[in-house]
């Protein structure tokens, strides 16, 4: 059901903005609204407040988010980590932010001097690595190479796709160098070729530019390496690596050592700054005298008291919560705020898609969540269908934990599967008519009628339109009650009072229409179909007070809206004839093995319908033919104040 919302405002001395927003953030009850437009005749004008007005929050953040990347993660005790965290919350936005900067003072250099070594060691094992990967490759071509001085060695590295760049670099290298070069290849792995060149110093920068040109990947080796046979470039890459290996160590213990020191309050600090910076997205909302802030806002009434309480704990006298007066128009454009069992979110969900209802409407979720089950349980009714629905809801909802909208569907089809269950138990149905061949579940009787949905077609067509009649009735006295809601807050009473008189003037209408059909089809005695032609007579009126001369056109369209249920009993007895065609062909084949293979893929076939086209109907009977008598729509979802993570802290 929607909760009833109140607007209220906060008002306090500036000196606790800070802790009041603090607060209110980690309660998460109040949406907040712009507190300097809300002014009314008589009341003193509000400014917005500004973000300077809170320091460099954002600034200091990035600082403490920094020194954090920059620590190795270390295992903390959680009650410690609370403990600072709230220590730290505690304190003025001054005092905090005071030692926010004496933290990152004393820790920023260090650790940037730290972090920039290490990716510097990091940077000289890697290129160590590639060296020796590289010359372990082309060490069998040693013999091939030139012992000459004022040679200059390069490795180029070519996909092993564009080998054909080497011939064009012969070619150049010819051009440039007068032919005072040497190329060899050898193959790296499968999909990459080493080329190896050799020429003259003096050609460098030209030989360079034109490698450049051609995008391939050039390995420079280091000059120290230059003029060296292979085998001591080997040795002095695995100093070189032993050393940078020593180093990085040497420098992961530093960090660490800080780590062991600070990681707890830098935590705690990241992620009361966290907080505050998302705060400061609702600084210009805040209103504000020359001494206090104001901040406005909506928040359910069930949460207003435990909201005061909080407040008065905290500050005492010096914060205080005022309930505004509304207009009636101001309530209408009150958030939406959905308040339902646990049963009931999937269907609210449904409707959050659909559009959010508006805060002076009756939720229509609780209904769709008792209807919409039943009619799907009507239309699959069969006790394997159920069962198969049912793990495969629970399979998914297993495998996809994170996927809100995967879960809220499945929950619908867990609730839907189990009355799936319940009337394939009345209809005796197991995969069709398994169960009843092999005499473990029979048809139950109700009065007088078996429940074969094979045979008894009409009493299922008469069911229908019952349930039609009913769920139609019932959303034509919703949107009455509706109605009468706008009366009692003095909101669009003309238009309220003339929509009482339509939906009044069908709920008679039908009836009147009911009773003659069946009084003429002698259902039902002679004489009412008088009674029903006075109904008829006495609702015209109505609805054209309500809706005008055409509004008698809806007579026409409700009407449709009850036949419309007439699905429930087509879509169910098609599910059971392809359930039963699926045994019978199963059955006439003369290798059990094929027979049974048919069975399962027509089954296979009629309970993936069974999933969607059921759920899908049973919808559209919701969102089409019952939502339709009451139900407009448009509202603003509730959005407080909070924690993205749900308002949990460290």
Known sequence: MLQKMMKIQVIGPKKD??????????????????????VRPGEISLKKMTAEQVGDIAAALTKIGGILLTLPKIKVDEKTVFTTYSALRAQSQEDLLLRVNTVIDELEPVTKSLATEKSDLEITLTNLTRYEKIIDKIRPLESSLPALEGFEVTV?????????????????????????????????????????????????????????????????????????????????????????????????????????????ELSALHQILEERNQELSVFSKIGQTEYTFVILGWIPKKSLKDTRTALKDAFGGRVLVNELILTPDEMANAPTFYDNPRFVKPFEYLMKVVSPARSTEIDPSPLMAIFLPVFFGIMVGDIGYGLIILAFSLIMKWKFPDRDWLQHLMNVLVIASIWSIFFGYLYGEFFGDF????????????????????????????????????HVFLGLTIGIVNAYTEISCKRHVDKAKKHICEKTGMIIVITGLILVIAATALALPTPLVTTGAILIII????????????????IMSTVGNILSYARIMAIGTASVILAVVANKLGG?????????LIAVLLHTLNIVLAMFSPFLHSLRLHLVEFDSKFYEGGGEMYKPFKKENGGKSL
């Open 156 to 264: 180029l590295l070519i996909q092993r796709e564009f080998k054909d760049v080497i011939d064009i670099i012969r070619n150049a290298l010819t051009e440039i160098t007068r032919n005072q070069f040497e190329l060899l290849s050898a193959d790296v792995d499968e999909s990459t070729i080493a080329a190896v060149t050799i020429f003259n110093k003096r050609y460098s920068e030209q030989v360079h530019n034109f490698v450049f040109t051609q995008n391939v990947n050039e390995v420079r080796l280091p000059p120290e390496y230059l003029g060296k046979p292979f085998n001591e470039i080997f040795s002095l890459i695995e100093t070189g690596k032993a050393t940078a290996t020593d180093e990085t160590t040497r420098v992961n213990t530093e960090l660490a050592k800080i780590s062991s020191t600070w990681y707890v």
């Open 17 to 38: 903005l800070h802790n009041v927003l603090d607060l209110l953030y980690a309660k998460g009850t109040v949406q907040l609204e712009d507190a300097s437009t809300q």
């Open 539 to 554: 609702a015209i009126p109505l609805i054209i007070i309500g809706g005008g001369v055409f509004g008698t056109f809806e």
């Open 588 to 596: 006439m084949m003369e290798v059990a093995l094929v027979g049974i």
């Open 435 to 470: 169960g009843e061949m092999m005499g473990w579940i029979h048809p139950k009787t109700i009065f007088g009628v078996e429940l074969n949905r094979m045979e008894a077609i009409v009493p299922f067509l008469l069911l229908s339109i019952v349930i039609g009649v009913f």
